[in-house]
């Protein structure tokens, strides 16, 4: 079984910054990726970012160019740096592995989600 634990936030006006924390543990062999995604009231969950266990990042084209995701491989830690952050940016942040248990099995595990609220 894999879990995860977030952390990171908070509330921050227009244009401002955050950095997400992710950290998996249990019994994980291999997690091939690590992700960000984000649910607003009364929309569905989207995907926000995502990393690659060779670290080859995704981005939603609503945050290219403000958002970095990374991660940290030997200590199963994922981060997510948000920049110029804007009033739409607000929701609940899960964040997300996917990969195989030491058994052989695989997990596809979602983090409990932090809140990111952006004043204008």
């Known amino acids: 079984q894999v879990q995860l634990v977030e952390s990171g936030g908070g509330l921050v006006q227009a244009g401002g910054s955050l950095r997400l924390s992710c950290t998996a543990s249990?019994?994980?062999?291999?997690?091939?990726?690590m992700g960000w995604y984000r649910q607003a009231p009364g929309k569905q969950r989207e995907l926000v970012a995502r990393?690659?266990?060779?670290?080859?990042?995704n981005y939603a084209d609503s945050v290219k160019g403000r958002f970095t995701v990374s991660r940290d491989n030997a200590k199963n830690t994922g981060f997510l740096q948000m920049n110029s952050l804007k009033p739409e940016d607000t929701a609940v942040y899960y964040c997300n592995a996917e990969g195989n248990s030491y058994r052989g099995t695989y997990y596809n595990t979602w983090g409990q989600g932090t809140q990111v609220t952006v004043s204008s």
């Open positions: 990393v690659s266990s060779g670290g080859s990042p």
């Open positions: 249990g019994s994980i062999f291999s997690m091939h990726f």
